[in-house]
């Protein structure tokens, strides 16, 4: 089972693709293993085994079959050792329309997931002059991510006549445990998309977007045997929804948490905390749509990561190098992607009412 780093018990627990395992199920395991794992009663061997979906099937395939577009990087051979590589192709989408964005979803091809450790990507658009320039992050991928779903009712948009430009980094041999250690040829990661039907920008309410949010407030160097600890504040000048929450690091990076500070009240909220983190296993945490963070004019998003350069850390590859920032997987980061729905203050007060209303409705009903 890949691991799902979301804790339990602290802030939103209603997640979409959320992969955890209920406490008692957990409990069974803890038992089972402090009794020595005793082997079971094997019963017919004869039953198949379970109902796998295949490892390279589009995450969404099931809910919204295949995707509306599917659009590959350039390929490029990656050396079984070696540097760290980018690779910045760019690719038309085709698209005549703008059209807005149901899901998202970017895949490295075979065994490309071992060597790809992040991709990320852009929109350009042509100018009044002719030239591309940039509209926005297009979507972001790092090793083990999920994927992206926009909520009903915004438009995250994909305008026509655009070009992707890819940042995709590449590390020669791998990196965690999957890590082929050989050269992978023709290595091509494919962006899946799902779109709305045309004429859906016209009926949605409020645009959605990814960025990233910075949190170093400083340099980032973590110390030989030391630890670090980075973080970051924003605010928006009109009302907002967080509807996912991605930390992103490296190798030393261990935790990451998501607050939000209330100006009016003082009160702090904790929304999310991400422990025991692996740069091997990144989540777009997808909140719920009924209980995705609403935040009012001038609230302040509070994000905390930590960074572990330690030999307890069991993914650090030597405690006694001087760790600073930078794009390197032996360096570190220190951000988040967050995708965000933009409201107004009418839209606001509308969600608002409607938690409330349903708050109502479950107590009457008890």
């Known amino acids: 089972m890949p691991p799902y780093a979301y804790d339990h018990g602290i802030g939103i627990q209603e997640l979409q693709g959320d992969w955890r395992l209920e406490q008692s199920e957990i409990d069974t395991i803890v038992a089972w293993v402090q009794q020595g794992a005793p082997e079971g009663d094997w019963g017919d061997r004869s039953h198949p085994v379970a109902d796998l979906p295949p490892a390279d099937e589009w995450t969404f395939a099931a809910q919204f079959g295949a995707?509306?577009?599917?659009?590959?990087?350039?390929?490029?051979?990656?050396?079984?050792?070696?540097?760290?590589?980018?690779?910045?192709?760019?690719?038309?989408?085709?698209?005549?329309?703008?059209?807005?964005?149901?899901?998202?979803?970017?895949?490295?091809?075979?065994?490309?997931?071992?060597?790809?450790?992040?991709?990320?990507?852009?929109v350009e658009i042509l100018n009044e002059e002719g030239e591309y320039e940039d509209y926005g992050m297009f979507t972001e991928y790092a090793m083990g991510k999920w994927g992206e779903i926009a909520p009903e009712g915004v438009c995250r948009t994909l305008p026509a006549n655009a070009r992707i430009r890819w940042d995709i980094h590449l590390f020669p041999g791998g990196v965690g445990a999957t890590a082929p250690g050989t050269v992978i040829e023709d290595n091509v990661v494919e962006i899946g998309v799902w779109l709305h039907p045309e004429g859906y920008e016209e009926v949605a309410k409020y645009k959605q977007d990814l960025k990233l949010y910075r949190l170093n407030m400083g340099e980032?160097?973590?110390?030989?045997?030391?630890?670090?600890?980075?973080?970051?504040?924003?605010?928006?000048?009109?009302?907002?929804?967080?509807?996912?929450?991605?930390?992103?690091?490296?190798?030393?990076?261990?935790?990451?948490?998501?607050?939000?500070?209330?100006?009016?009240?003082?009160?702090?909220?904790?929304?999310?905390?991400?422990?025991?983190?692996?740069?091997?296993?990144?989540?777009?945490?997808?909140?719920?749509?009924?209980?995705?963070?609403?935040?009012?004019?001038?609230?302040?998003?509070?994000?905390k990561q930590w960074y572990d350069n330690t030999a307890n850390n069991p993914n650090n590859p030597d405690p006694d190098f001087w760790v600073v920032e930078g794009s390197r997987t032996a360096d570190?980061?220190?951000?988040?992607?967050?995708?965000?729905?933009?409201?107004?203050?009418?839209?606001?007060d509308e969600l608002v009412a409607q938690r409330e209303a349903a708050k109502q409705r479950s107590v009457a009903g008890q």
Request: glycine letters at 6%.
């Open 67 to 122: 995707p509306s577009l599917i659009l590959d990087s350039a390929p490029i051979d990656v050396p079984a050792l070696g540097n760290d590589m980018w690779h910045r192709p760019y690719v038309m989408t085709g698209l005549t329309t703008d059209r807005c964005i149901k899901a998202i979803q970017v895949k490295p091809a075979g065994n490309a997931k071992a060597v790809v450790h992040h991709a990320n990507s852009n």
């Open 220 to 303: 980032l160097i973590v110390p030989p045997n030391g630890t670090a600890m980075t973080q970051g504040f924003h605010s928006f000048d009109h009302p907002v929804r967080i509807d996912s929450f991605q930390p992103h690091g490296h190798l030393r990076m261990r935790q990451a948490s998501l607050e939000i500070f209330y100006p009016a009240t003082g009160r702090t909220e904790q929304i999310s905390q991400v422990s025991n983190w692996s740069a091997t296993w990144h989540h777009s945490h997808l909140y719920e749509t009924d209980v995705a963070p609403l935040l009012p004019t001038g609230a302040v998003l509070v994000i």
């Open 332 to 348: 570190e980061m220190t951000h988040a992607w967050i995708a965000v729905t933009h409201l107004d203050q009418a839209g606001f």
